[in-house]
Antibody, heavy 120, light 113 residues
Framework: QVQLVQSGTEVKEPGASVKVSCKASGYTFTAYAMHWVRQAPGQRLEWMGWINSGNANPTYSQKFQGRATITWDTSATTVYMELSSLTSEDTAVYYC?????????????WGQGTLLIVSS | DIVMTQSPDSLAVSLGERATINCKSSQSVLYSSNNKNFLAWFQQKPGQPPKLLIY???ARESGVPDRFSGSGSATDFTLTINNVQADDVAVYYCQQYYSVFYTFGQGTKLEIK
C-alpha cells in the first residue's frame, strides 16, 4: 500500500532554514509527481510546489519561489522540501502529497504532516 | 491565482440528514477540450491529513462511501453528504487543479446538531 512517512517536528529560529523529508513506499516512485502543501494554524491549505516525476524539475507557487527548494533522491525514494529565511508566518504543518498520476494536481495520498514551529 | 470560496463556513446537521457544501471558483475550471471540471473535494479530521473524496468534480475516490457525491460545473460546485454520520464530522475543502498554481477553499466545518 502507498505510504508517505514524513520527518518529525522541527523548531527553528527566525532566519533559519528547515529541510523536511517524505519517505515514499508501495509504488513506483518516479511514476508520480509529489507535492508539498502547508497548513498554518486556522488557515486554509496552501500549495507550495511539486516535483515532476519525469524530469525531476520542480515548480513552485509564486509565493515560495526563491525560498523553497524541492528535491528528491530516487535511490532513497524520498522527497525533500527545504524552506529558507523562516519567519513566524512559516509556523505550520507541512504535508507531502502524491499526485494521482504523473502530474494532474489531484492529491491522492498524503503524509502524516510535519509541524514546523518558528520562534525565537 | 484562482480564488476558491466555500459556503457556508460551518453547518450543523442532524444525524441521518443531508449536508450540502458549496464551492465557487473565481474563474471556470472546466477544460473545454475534455469537458472535465478540474475540481476536487477533501475531508480533514482533527490531527489528520486531508483525505481525497472526489475529483473531476464528481468522481468518487476508491473506498469513499456513496453517501458522498459531487456535482456542478464551470464555477459552481456542490459536495453533498447524504445520511450524515457522526464519523463525518470534519472540515471539508474544495480545490482546483485547472491552474498549475493549485488553490483551496477556506474550508467548511461540519458538525452534528
Amino acid at each position: 500500500q502507498v505510504q508517505l512517512v514524513q520527518s518529525g517536528t522541527e523548531v527553528k529560529e527566525p532566519g533559519a532554514s528547515v529541510k523536511v523529508s517524505c519517505k515514499a513506499s508501495g509504488y513506483t516512485f518516479t511514476a508520480y509527481a509529489m507535492h508539498w502543501v502547508r497548513q498554518a494554524p486556522g488557515q486554509r491549505l496552501e500549495w507550495m510546489g511539486w516535483i515532476n516525476s519525469g524530469n525531476a524539475n520542480p515548480t513552485y507557487s509564486q509565493k515560495f519561489q526563491g525560498r523553497a527548494t524541492i528535491t528528491w533522491d530516487t535511490s532513497a525514494t524520498t522527497v525533500y522540501m527545504e524552506l529558507s529565511s523562516l519567519t513566524s508566518e512559516d509556523t505550520a504543518v507541512y504535508y507531502c502529497a502524491r499526485d494521482i498520476s504523473i502530474i494532474q494536481g489531484v492529491f491522492e495520498y498524503w503524509g502524516q504532516g510535519t509541524l514546523l514551529i518558528v520562534s525565537s | 491565482d484562482i480564488v476558491m470560496t466555500q459556503s457556508p463556513d460551518s453547518l450543523a446537521v442532524s444525524l441521518g440528514e443531508r449536508a450540502t457544501i458549496n464551492c465557487k471558483s473565481s474563474q471556470s475550471v472546466l477544460y473545454s477540450s475534455n469537458n472535465k471540471n478540474f475540481l476536487a473535494w477533501f475531508q480533514q479530521k482533527p490531527g489528520q491529513p486531508p483525505k481525497l473524496l472526489i475529483y473531476w468534480a464528481s468522481a468518487r475516490e476508491s473506498g469513499v462511501p456513496d453517501r458522498f457525491s459531487g456535482s456542478g460545473s464551470a464555477t459552481d460546485f456542490t459536495l453533498t453528504i447524504n445520511n450524515v454520520q457522526a464519523d463525518d464530522v470534519a472540515v471539508y475543502y474544495c480545490q482546483q487543479y485547472y491552474s498549475v498554481f493549485y488553490t483551496f477553499g477556506q474550508g467548511t466545518k461540519l458538525e452534528i446538531k
